[in-house]
Nanobody, 125 residues
Framework: QVQLVESGGGSVQPGGSLRLSCAAH????????IGWFRQAPGKEREGVIC????????SRTGPMQGRVTISRDNAKKTVYLQMNSLKPEDTAVYYC??????????????????WGQGTQVTVSS
């Protein structure tokens, strides 16, 4: 079965950190771009950070710029999202996704085809 599986979500206090994982099952991560996105209740899905695999460049979008990094372990077929200095407004379901669409470098969710089921992140004191 081909799927992306996110993990690592949970509850954290403001100012804390979390590292999310996205594991590819049944296929490799050899896509043009890999990204992390989030969707808060009542809001549209938005890009957090995306990686263009050919040159390793990253595109950070939205309010998490400067607080997130993306990395990958090809041997484990896993992509990570490190989030620091978390704020209550970062509470959302976080998704990873892949695409072979070059527009994926711009980190817009509409350009991504393969999605995981998401993992909940709650930032609260």
């Amino acid at each position: 079965q081909v799927q992306l599986v996110e993990s690592g979500g949970g509850s954290v206090q403001p100012g804390g950190s979390l590292r999310l994982s996205c594991a590819a099952h049944g296929f490799s991560l050899n896509y043009y771009a890999i990204g992390w996105f989030r969707q808060a209740p009542g809001k549209e899905r938005e890009g957090v950070i995306c990686l263009t695999t050919s040159d390793g460049s990253t595109s950070r979008t939205g309010p998490m710029q400067g607080r997130v990094t993306i990395s990958r372990d090809n041997a484990k077929k896993t992509v990570y999202l490190q989030m620091n200095s978390l704020k209550p407004e970062d509470t959302a379901v976080y998704y990873c996704a892949t695409t072979n669409n070059p527009w994926g470098s711009w980190c817009g969710p509409d350009h991504y085809e393969n999605w995981g089921q998401g993992t909940q992140v709650t930032v609260s004191s």
